[in-house]
C-alpha cells in the first residue's frame, strides 16, 4: 500500500517536472534592452530601439518554436540607474540576454553582473576597447574607437595634414580616441601640439576651439559620443576655423548620420573614419534604410541603429542554434563566430575577443540629392580591434 502511494507519487513528480519543462519552453524569450531614452544620449536609444523593432518585424517574433520578448527600459544613460535596472531584469523579469548599453560607463557598470548571473550582455554602442575584457559574458555588435582613429591616424599625414591638435571627450572612448590618433600619427611622422579634453556632461566647446584657433593646427581631431557632433560643428563655423585653413578630422560619431543632414554647409567637406553610413552603397543597406525611414517618419539610421540591429541578429542567430532552449553559456557559445552581411558590410564577430571585426571606410560630407552624407571614398577590410592586447 505505502510502495504503491509511493510509485504514485514519483510518478506526479514526474509528470510535473516534464510540464514544468515544457512550461519553460513555452515561456517567452526575454531581451532586457537598457538603453538611454532620455536625457544627453536619448537619440542613441531611439535610433537603437526603433532598429530592434524593425529586426523583429521583418524577422518575426518567434524563434525556432519560441516567443520572444522585448522588454525596454531607460537608463538615462546614468551608470547607477543601469546598475539598478540590470538587476531588476536579471532577477524579476528573469531575462535571457541583457543588451543595449549606450554609454561605456553604463556597460562597464553592468558588465560584473552579466558575469555572476551568466547572462550574455551585448553591446550595441558603447565603443571604449576595453568593455569586452569586464566580462566573458559580453559580445560586442558596435565599433571600437581604436578601429576608426587609428584609420584616421593612417589618411591624415599622406593627405597634407602634418600638425594636429586633438579634442575628445573625457572619459573612456574619447581617451582611446586620442591615445590611438595620436600614437599613430606620430609613428607617422606627424606632429600633435596639443590634446585637449573636453568634460561629458553639459560641454561648452567655445574656450577649446579658441585654443586651437590659436595654436592653428594643419586640422583638428575630434571624437564627441553620438548627439554631441552638431554643437561642435556650429561652434567650429561661428569661430571661422575653417576660413583660418583649419580642417575638420575625426572618427564618425562627430558626422553622426543622426545629425548631419540639418549642420549646414560648414560640415561640407569633413572628413571621417568610421564603420557605417547610411549611404553606404550596398543592396543590403539601401533596403535597411528604406525600411527604417518608412517604420520611423523619414529618420535616417545611424551607426547606432546598425549596432542594435545587428545586435538583434546576433541574438537571433544564437537562440536558434540552442533550438530555442537558450541558456546563458550555450547562448554565448552561439554568439561567437557568427559571420553575417550587415548593412555596414561584412561582420565577423571575434570567437577569442568577442568583438566585432569589420571594415572601416574613409567618408568625406557630400551634397547628394539635396542632403549631407557621408560619401565613402576608401576602405580598410576586416578590421580587427588594435586595443586588445591578446
Ligand atoms: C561610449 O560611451 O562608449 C560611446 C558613446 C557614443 C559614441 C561612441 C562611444 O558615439
Redesign the pocket.
Given at each position: 500500500m505505502q510502495k504503491r502511494t509511493l510509485l504514485k507519487t514519483a510518478a506526479a513528480v514526474a509528470m510535473l517536472a516534464t510540464g514544468s519543462v515544457a512550461l519553460a519552453q513555452s515561456a517567452p524569450f526575454k531581451i532586457g534592452l537598457i538603453l538611454p531614452m532620455t536625457g544627453q544620449q536619448a537619440t542613441?536609444g531611439r535610433q537603437i530601439e526603433a532598429a530592434a523593432r524593425l529586426w523583429i518585424a521583418q524577422n518575426g517574433d518567434t524563434v525556432a518554436g519560441r516567443k520572444v520578448q522585448l522588454i525596454v527600459k531607460d537608463d538615462t544613460s546614468v551608470p547607477d540607474v543601469t546598475r539598478r535596472v540590470a538587476q531588476e531584469l536579471i532577477v524579476n523579469e528573469k531575462v535571457d540576454v541583457l543588451a543595449g548599453f549606450?554609454?561605456?560607463p553604463s556597460a562597464l557598470a553592468v558588465a560584473p553582473m552579466a558575469t555572476q548571473s551568466k547572462t550574455p550582455l551585448v553591446v550595441m554602442?558603447?565603443?571604449?576597447s576595453s568593455i569586452t575584457e569586464a566580462s566573458p559574458y559580453v559580445v560586442r555588435t558596435s565599433f571600437t574607437?581604436p578601429q576608426a582613429a587609428v584609420a584616421m591616424a593612417d589618411w591624415a599625414p599622406k593627405n597634407g595634414i602634418k600638425t594636429v591638435v586633438t579634442l575628445v571627450t573625457d572619459?573612456?572612448?574619447g581617451l582611446d580616441a586620442e591615445k590611438f590618433f595620436k600614437s599613430r600619427f606620430e609613428f607617422n611622422g606627424g606632429k600633435v601640439p596639443e590634446t585637449l579634453r573636453v568634460p561629458l556632461r553639459n560641454p561648452d566647446f567655445a574656450p577649446f576651439l579658441q585654443k586651437v584657433r590659436d595654436i592653428k593646427p594643419d586640422a583638428l581631431f575630434v571624437f564627441v559620443?553620438?548627439g554631441a557632433g552638431a554643437a561642435v560643428m556650429k561652434q567650429f563655423g561661428e569661430r571661422g576655423m575653417d576660413k583660418a585653413g583649419i580642417k575638420l578630422i575625426g572618427t564618425g560619431?562627430v558626422t553622426d548620420d543622426d545629425q548631419l543632414n540639418d549642420m549646414g554647409d560648414v560640415a561640407l567637406g569633413v572628413v571621417t573614419s568610421h564603420h557605417y553610413s547610411a549611404y553606404h552603397p550596398s543592396p543590403a543597406n539601401k533596403k535597411f534604410v528604406a525600411e527604417f525611414q518608412k517604420a520611423n517618419k523619414g529618420l535616417r539610421p545611424n551607426f547606432m541603429a546598425v549596432g542594435g540591429y545587428d545586435g538583434m541578429r546576433v541574438i537571433y542567430e544564437a537562440l536558434k542554434k540552442t533550438g530555442g532552449k537558450g541558456g546563458g553559456d550555450a547562448l554565448l557559445a552561439g554568439m561567437k563566430g557568427q559571420i553575417f552581411e550587415s548593412p555596414r558590410g561584412p561582420v565577423f564577430i571575434d570567437a577569442q575577443t568577442r568583438d566585432v571585426v569589420h571594415n572601416i571606410y574613409l567618408r568625406k560630407v557630400e551634397k547628394k540629392d539635396g542632403q549631407l552624407h557621408n560619401v565613402e571614398f576608401d576602405v580598410l577590410k576586416d578590421v580587427k580591434d588594435p586595443g586588445k592586447t591578446k
Open positions: 542613441t549606450g554609454i561605456t554602442a558603447a565603443a571604449t574607437l572619459y573612456g572612448p559620443p553620438s560619431d
